[in-house]
């Protein structure tokens, strides 16, 4: 099938599955779903059984049906201004088959791969006009070699008002598969592979692997290789993702509170605190050019069942806008 055709067989299924990815119990996933490449597994390396599974700790804490929401207070600069906003990382493990990495309930094996979720949600003002950044990354729990939680696949859709675009990642062993779609001239709708050395890391998942859920990353020391900037970066400056030269050092935070992870690429440093006990939670970063991200609140809900009237007081609880509603006041 050409790879346009794809393009358009998944987008309309995309529109006639309604909102059957985050619903409830019963919710039937589509079969048949068509996959913008040849067999995904292979390309991700995640064929046949892994290394090894993740641990019971892990489990204990990330079986039990809920996701970890994290609230955060957000300072970044947009059009040379600093802005004010607010962030929602969303974590949560999940199924997923290996065929298309698309999330199923009902994949069985060998097709079945349990994936830890980020969601990160982003929303700033800029002078009349909103930003909504959404960033999804799924990472494979278990270890299937190279480096633990590598990601599976990335996507990033903006939505500001003048238009929306979207961006798709899957990572492979040897480089990554790319899908963008945008309304701005010179981008438009294409499909690209990009190469990339074995061990490439990619910024977007970082969210998920200098937590060390499953064990010490970079064996508990430093590391040196390329990296894929994360795609919100790769939006902001009109820029074609790919890999360059990184490094990643860490060094504990006064009174064992955690680890301070510095990721340097060019003259772009980002410093990420992750909470010295379990389950690592990120604590804030800041970026040389000039974003902050804080703490606020932490919850583990089952948010999905929280959509109701009533469950609208947890956002409260999260520091967030009690009523995101957007209604114009009269």
Known sequence: MPPHTRVLALLLTALTAGGAACAGPGAQAPR?????????????????????TASSRF??????????????????????????????????????DRRAWIKD????????????????????????????????????????????????????????WCGNTHHELWPGTDGFRSLRLSYFAGEGERMSRTAAPEGTLYEDALLIQLRELDGPFAGGGNWEGRLVPSLWSARRGH????????????EELRAGQGTRFTVRRGDVETRIDVEGRYPHRVLGWSTSAGDT??????????????????????????????????RIPR
């Open 32 to 52: 048949g779903t068509p996959t913008l490449f040849d067999d995904p597994a292979a390309h991700a390396g995640v064929t046949g059984e892994p290394r090894s």
């Open 59 to 96: 489990w204990e804490h990330w079986g039990d049906g809920r996701a970890e929401l994290s609230t955060y207070r957000i300072r970044t600069v947009r059009y040379g201004e600093p802005r004010q906003g607010e962030l929602v990382l969303i974590y949560v493990t999940e199924p997923h």
């Open 105 to 160: 309930d009902d994949a069985i094996e060998p097709h079945r791969v349990e994936v830890l979720k980020l969601n990160a949600s982003l929303k700033f003002m800029t002078g009349i006009y909103p930003y909504s950044v959404m960033t999804s990354v799924f990472s494979p729990v278990d270890d299937w070699g190279g480096s633990r939680f590598r990601p599976v696949k990335i996507s990033t859709s903006v939505q500001e």
């Open 239 to 250: 820029e074609r993702a790919g890999p360059v030269p990184a490094t990643i050092t860490r």
């Open 293 to 326: 991200v804080e703490l606020v609140q932490t919850r583990r809900l089952a948010y999905w069942r929280l959509n109701d009237s009533g469950g609208a007081r947890f956002r409260a609880e999260l520091g967030l806008d009690p009523d995101a509603s957007g």
